[in-house]
């Protein structure tokens, strides 16, 4: 089974720098999706950003970018300029097989990141 | 305005009382998922179900019922044999089959059941 890896239960940053936030992850398959999401305060969960296994260049999304790094099973958010409304809770997830052959997502434990004006 | 509606946000349930949480999504996706989220974690996979009339098990299932009479709802019954139904539930809905991209699942903004 998948297993999703979120070591830093909290960041802090200063408004306007870039920060990093932290994923491994564990799987034997050859071929798999990996996605960072942003979870408010108001608890929604919004998709940030998506990195496939054989994509050759690292997915950006504006402010985010993914820096997959696949030898080392690491798949970190980066976000720059850093602005208040970024504090929130991030998940690292990944897709996994569930039973009866579909899809679902495993997620990591998530970092509550802190933007300090 | 495409998305998932999931209603009540705040629901209490008395002892040994059934309550059922509402997911719509108007996306016309194929798939949907219900996830339990507890505090300082991450989400587990409850139900989902791929078409109509079809749902599978996730981790998490015992305590849990669902239907998937039409296409655009998923509703989610905790039952009185969930003994610790405290949490926050998120709904979520994809586009099935397409790979990559096309399989990012959207979420709703949550129910937050607690016990009386």
């Known amino acids: 089974a998948q297993k999703i890896t979120q070591t830093q239960p909290g960041m802090f940053v200063q408004e306007k720098e870039a920060v990093t936030l932290d994923c491994t992850y564990d799987?034997?398959?050859?071929?798999?999706?990996l996605f960072w999401y942003k979870q408010p305060s108001s608890g929604e969960m919004i998709f940030l950003i998506y990195?496939?296994?054989?994509?050759?260049q690292n997915a950006t999304e504006g402010r985010y970018s993914l820096n997959f790094q696949k030898a080392r099973k690491s798949a970190n958010l980066v976000i720059s300029a850093s602005q208040l409304g970024d504090s929130a809770m991030y998940f690292c997830a990944m897709r996994d097989l569930a039973q009866g052959g579909s899809e679902k997502l495993v997620f990591g434990k998530g970092t509550k990141l802190t933007v300090n004006p | 305005d495409g998305g998932i509606t999931q209603s009540p946000k705040y629901l209490f349930r008395k002892e040994g009382q059934n309550v059922t949480l509402s997911c719509e999504q108007n996306?016309?996706?194929?798939?949907m998922y219900w996830y339990r989220q507890d505090p300082g974690q991450g989400l587990r996979l409850i139900y989902y179900?791929?078409?109509?009339?079809d749902f599978q098990k996730g981790d998490i299932a015992e305590g849990y019922s669902v239907s998937r009479e039409k296409k655009e709802s998923f509703p989610l019954t905790v039952t009185s044999a969930q003994k610790n139904p405290t949490a926050f539930y998120l709904c979520?809905?994809?586009?099935w089959g397409q790979g990559g991209y096309s399989n990012i699942q959207y979420f709703g903004a949550g129910t937050r059941l607690s016990v009386l």
């Open positions: 979520a809905s994809t586009q």
């Open positions: 179900s791929q078409i109509v009339n």
């Open positions: 990195q496939g296994s054989y994509d050759q």
């Open positions: 799987t034997s398959d050859p071929s798999y999706g």
């Open positions: 996306l016309n996706h194929d798939a």
